[in-house]
C-alpha cells in the first residue's frame, strides 16, 4: 500500500537507541515523527521535547496503535516487549522497524513472523543496520559470485566488556525473560548476523556458553562458542564475550576452495587468492568499499555504525513505493533463529 505525503512515524521505547532513530527520522525529508511513548513519562517527555518538536508523548502504546494518524512506528523498547508490540502495530495496521533481536526466543519469533504474512500490505523490517554498509555488500557478493570458490569455513568473533554498572542500570538486561541471552543476542549478534548472512546462511547451531565474568550479576551467557553447519555445506565457528577489558575488538573471516578474506574491526587484514589476477581485483572492490568513507565498525557508540540512516531511509522507501524493504522480519529472523538454536544447544 501506497502512503501520500509524509509518513507519520512513532518511536516506542525512548531509551539509549532511540535517539538514533529520532535522528535518522529527521533527517528524511519524507518522514514526520508525530508521537513517541516510553512506559517512563518522564522519558518520554523529553524525546518529544528535546528530538521530536511537535510530536506528542504518552506512556501507553496502545493509544499509538488506535491513532489512524500514526502509519509506522519504529519499536526501541527490550527485547521481551518486541513480540507484543510488534503484532499489535501489524494487527492495528501500522508499518513496522523493530530493533534487534526481533524476538527472546523462538516461539515469540514465529509468532512474529505469522503476524508480518499476515499483513502482507505492511512493511515489517528487522534492524540489522550494518547490512547496509559497504564492506558487508560487498563481501556478500563476493561469496556469492564464487570469488572464494566454495566456502568452506566463515568464523566471527567479539571481544568487549559491560560492567556491573551496565547490568545494573537496566533491569531487562541479563535476564533470560526480557534480553533473552546476553552477549550473543545483544552486543555480539551484528556480527553474527554479518558471518551468517555473507556466508549465505545456516541450517543449524550448537554452542556452549558460559558466565565467566558476572556471576550472581547475571542469569545469562556472557561467554559463547557457537558450531554452525552453513546452508551450503561449509562450517561456520563464532566465539564472543562481554566479560574481557573494555575494548571492542572483532573479526570476520572466510575461506573457500580458491582463497579467503580476514576483516579485523574494520580493516581488510589479510586477502590471498589462489588466482593473483582475481586477488587483484577483489581487492580493488573492497578497498572501493573501504574508502567510500562508512567504516565497518569504529570505536565507542560509533560502532553503531552509519546504517541506521541508510535502513530507516530504507523502510521508509519501502513505505512510500509499497516495495520490500532490504531486512525484511523473515530475512532478520534468519540469524535470530540461529541465536536461539545456539541457547538451545547451550541449555542442553
Ligand atoms: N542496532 C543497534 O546497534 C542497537 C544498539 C543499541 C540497542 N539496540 C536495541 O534497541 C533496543 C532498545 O535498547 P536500548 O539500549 O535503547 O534500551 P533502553 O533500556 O535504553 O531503552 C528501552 C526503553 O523502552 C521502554 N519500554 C519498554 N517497554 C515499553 C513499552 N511496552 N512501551 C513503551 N516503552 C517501553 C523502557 O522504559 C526504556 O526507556 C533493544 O532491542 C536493543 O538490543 C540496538
Given amino acids: ?19 538514533l532513530h529520532l535522528r535518522c527520522y529527521a533527517h528524511n525529508p519524507h518522514v514526520k515523527v508525530v508521537a513517541v511513548c516510553d512506559l517512563l513519562p518522564e522519558r518520554a517527555k523529553r524525546a518529544a521535547e528535546e528530538r521530536a518538536p511537535g510530536a506528542r508523548w504518552t506512556t501507553d502504546a496502545a493509544e499509538i496503535f488506535a491513532d489512524p494518524g500514526v502509519d509506522a512506528v519504529s519499536i526501541c523498547t527490550d527485547h521481551a516487549s518486541h513480540r507484543p508490540l510488534a503484532c499489535a502495530a501489524l494487527a492495528a495496521g501500522k508499518h513496522v522497524l523493530c530493533e534487534k533481536s526481533l524476538a527472546v526466543n523462538a516461539a515469540d519469533l514465529r509468532r512474529m513472523l505469522d503476524a508480518a504474512d499476515a499483513h502482507p500490505e505492511l512493511v515489517a523490517a528487522g534492524v540489522f543496520q550494518h547490512r547496509f554498509e559497504p564492506l558487508p555488500r560487498v563481501l556478500r557478493a563476493l561469496v556469492e559470485e564464487g570469488a572464494f570458490g566454495r566456502l568452506l569455513t566463515a568464523t566471527g568473533s567479539l571481544y568487549t566488556l559491560r560492567d556491573a554498572e551496565y547490568f545494573r542500570r537496566d533491569a531487562w538486561r541479563g535476564t533470560r525473560k526480557s534480553e533473552g541471552g546476553s552477549v550473543l543476542i545483544n552486543q555480539s549478534i551484528h556480527y553474527f548476523d554479518l558471518m551468517l548472512w555473507i556466508a549465505g546462511g545456516a541450517a543449524s547451531a550448537r554452542a556452549y556458553s558460559a558466565n565467566l565474568g558476572h556471576e550472581g550479576l547475571i542469569e545469562t551467557e556472557d561467554t559463547i562458542a557457537v558450531s554452525l553447519r552453513l546452508r551450503d555445506g561449509g562450517l561456520g565457528s563464532f566465539v564472543a564475550t562481554n566479560a574481557g577489558i573494555k575494548q571492542w575488538k572483532s573479526a570476520l573471516e572466510f575461506q573457500g576452495t580458491a582463497g579467503g578474506v580476514e576483516i579485523r574491526d574494520d580493516r581488510l587484514a589479510w586477502l590471498s587468492l589462489a588466482d593473483k589476477a582475481a586477488e587483484k581485483r577483489v581487492r580493488a572492490r573492497i578497498d572501493r568499499a573501504l574508502s567510500s568513507g562508512e567504516r565497518l565498525f569504529a570505536k565507542g557508540k560509533a560502532y553503531y555504525g552509519p546504517g541506521h540512516q541508510a535502513q530507516i531511509d530504507d523502510f521508509i522507501k519501502a513505505i512510500r513505493t509499497g516495495g520490500r524493504p532490504f531486512v525484511t522480519f523473515a530475512d532478520a529472523a534468519q540469524s535470530d533463529a540461529m541465536v536461539f538454536a545456539a541457547y538451545a544447544s547451550a541449555a542442553r
Fill in 1 to 19: 500500500m501506497k502512503s501520500k505525503g509524509k509518513v507519520r512515524v512513532a518511536v516506542i521505547g525512548c531509551g539509549v537507541i532511540s535517539e
